[in-house]
């Protein structure tokens, strides 16, 4: 596959997964920061919460500026990005992990509506993968 075409569904991929992610996950990681923030509770459980909307949001934000990188610079430009970008990226894919094992335990335990919070930033995981394997998979050449 040529790179014209990993353009290409890089964009579906993300307009299929990574904008529900994006607006979904965003929207419950900013809530994550703000009810951490303004909870009258214990110090711990409200930091976790906070630190957890903080780490959804900066992985969004990751991966919205290295796909609109891929989408206008192609796999070069995705290559002299930052090491910290990618690290916010993989950041955001460990804060979507509890989603997944609550979403995935909640459902499997009788409740439908637990599936449902499978789609609360879990999809952006998928275009994010696909831009990593792009980062660091052996050039076209060299394959032979």
């Given at each position: 596959m040529?790179?014209?075409?990993h ?5 579906a991929?993300?307009?299929?997964f990574?904008?529900?992610?994006l607006l979904l996950?965003?929207?419950?990681a900013?809530?994550?920061?703000y009810s951490g923030l303004m909870?009258e509770t214990r110090?711990?459980?409200?930091l976790?919460l906070?630190c957890?909307?903080v ?20 796999r ?5 990005m930052?090491r910290?970008?990618?690290?916010l990226l ?7 992990i509890?989603?997944?094992?609550l979403?995935?335990?909640v459902g499997?335990?009788?409740r439908a509506?637990?599936f449902a ?8 995981l ?6 990593a394997?792009l ?5 076209l050449?060299?394959q032979?």
């Open positions: 040529d790179e014209r075409l353009k290409r569904l890089h964009l991929l993300a307009l299929l990574g904008l529900p992610g996950g965003g929207t419950v900013l809530v994550g920061v909870q110090l711990l459980p409200r976790l906070v957890w909307g780490a959804g949001a900066l992985g969004i934000v990751a991966w919205v500026r290295i796909g609109a990188d891929f989408l206008l610079q192609g070069l430009g995705m290559q002299v930052g910290v970008w990618w690290a993989l950041l955001g894919a460990f804060a979507a509890p989603a997944v094992v979403g995935v335990v499997l335990t009788g509506q637990g919070l499978l789609l609360y930033g879990p999809p952006l998928l275009p994010a993968a696909h831009l394997w980062r660091w998979r052996q050039p050449a060299a032979g």
